[in-house]
């Protein structure tokens, strides 16, 4: 075998371990969506591997929504009834004879809300 005893060795720099990209993921796509991928990347002057890995850098996953803020979604939906049925009441035997159930319904809207934006 013969080498070659004048090599250029300018070249490029080897890669650190870091910076090299030796695991491949495997994904199936629809055609829509491959042609999506395929236009943005494209519009983007960029390869779709590169343009995957952009969008999973900028990219924010956002929780399940937990069984406890499930529960209190129902019940301020349950108070946003209650809020309507009020409203009913209030046009039929005026206002004055429903303000305090009126009162106490907002304390407890205001309760649940503060417990949903504790949880997220």
């Not at 090299?20 to 943005?40: F, P, R, S, V």
């Not at 956002?62 to 009834?81: F, K, V, W």
């Amino acid at each position: 075998m013969k080498t070659i005893k004048n090599r250029n060795t300018k070249g490029r720099p080897a890669k650190g371990p870091a910076e090299k990209k030796g695991l491949k993921i495997t994904i199936k796509m629809a055609i829509d969506e491959y042609t999506y991928l395929k236009t943005k990347a494209h519009e983007a002057g960029i390869n779709q591997s590169e343009y995957i890995r952009q969008c999973i850098q900028v990219s924010i996953v956002r929780q399940r929504i937990t069984p406890e803020l499930m529960n209190h979604i129902r019940q301020l939906s349950g108070m946003a009834n209650n809020i309507n049925q009020i409203a009913h009441k209030a046009n039929a035997a005026g206002y004055p004879g429903v303000h305090k159930y009126c009162l106490y319904m907002n304390e407890r809207l205001d309760n649940v809300i503060s417990k949903i934006e504790d949880d997220c």
